[in-house]
């Protein structure tokens, strides 16, 4: 019954390298969202999108683009990994009424 | 002003007492209210939606809505160490925005 996919649970990734998140929802959503979740933080909205090829700017884009080429599928891209980013990356969707159901996570570590 | 308050407790409660978590939110144009349930190293999950003044109830959840002050709370009856975890509020705002809490951990002591 899993309708959010992030691709990797755990991740680990050399300073400066350019990495790909990818989340796919099987639930027909117009509206899909990337956040990451540190400690003392809270969730931090990086991107969002609300229709195929668009997307939008969240509270805390610096470092980090998106794509939406198909209305399931909504990638988040770091260009240049620095250590700073190391963190939880949560993937969401939503229609427009109801809450979020969120994917199960990537742990990424910046080494 | 934060946007959504929430106590970040932690907030112990024995087995089988009824839990309460509050959370305030400033947009008074708000119409969207939900609650996540996140365990530990887990995602969020949704748990609670309320969208009108009142109780809403689900099993041994109870979610009450009061815009007027705009607060609202989670009540959980006879809590189990299972209901152990962090519960995060979320506020759909006027301008069509979901901003979470910062969250309440509980911990239910057996």
Request: charged letters at 25%; aromatic letters at 12%; glycine letters at 8%.
């Amino acid at each position: 019954d899993v309708k959010v996919t992030q691709s990797s649970r755990y991740l680990v990734k050399r300073t400066g390298e350019k990495v790909f998140l990818e989340c796919v929802q099987d639930m027909d959503h117009e509206n899909m969202f990337w956040y990451r979740q540190d400690p003392g933080l809270g969730l931090r909205l990086i991107y969002f999108s609300y229709d195929v090829k668009m997307k939008e700017k969240g509270d805390i884009p610096e470092g980090y683009s998106v794509s939406r080429e198909k209305k399931e599928r909504f990638s988040l891209i770091l260009e240049s990994a620095s250590t700073n980013q190391t963190s939880m990356y949560l993937c969401a969707s939503s229609d427009r009424v109801h809450g979020y159901t969120f994917g199960s996570g990537t742990r990424l570590t910046v080494v | 002003q934060k946007e959504v308050e929430q106590n970040s407790g932690p907030l112990s409660v024995p087995e089988g007492a009824i839990a309460s978590l509050n959370c305030t939110y400033s947009d008074r144009g708000s119409q969207s209210f939900f609650w996540y349930r996140q365990y530990s190293g887990k995602s969020p999950e949704l748990i609670m939606s309320i969208y009108s003044n009142g109780d809403k109830e689900d099993g041994r959840f109870t979610a009450q809505l009061n815009k007027a002050s705009q607060y609202v709370s989670l009540l959980i009856r006879d809590s189990q160490p299972s209901d152990s975890a962090t519960y995060l509020c979320a506020v759909k705002t006027s301008y069509d925005k979901v901003i979470f809490g910062p969250g309440t951990s509980l911990s239910v002591i057996p």
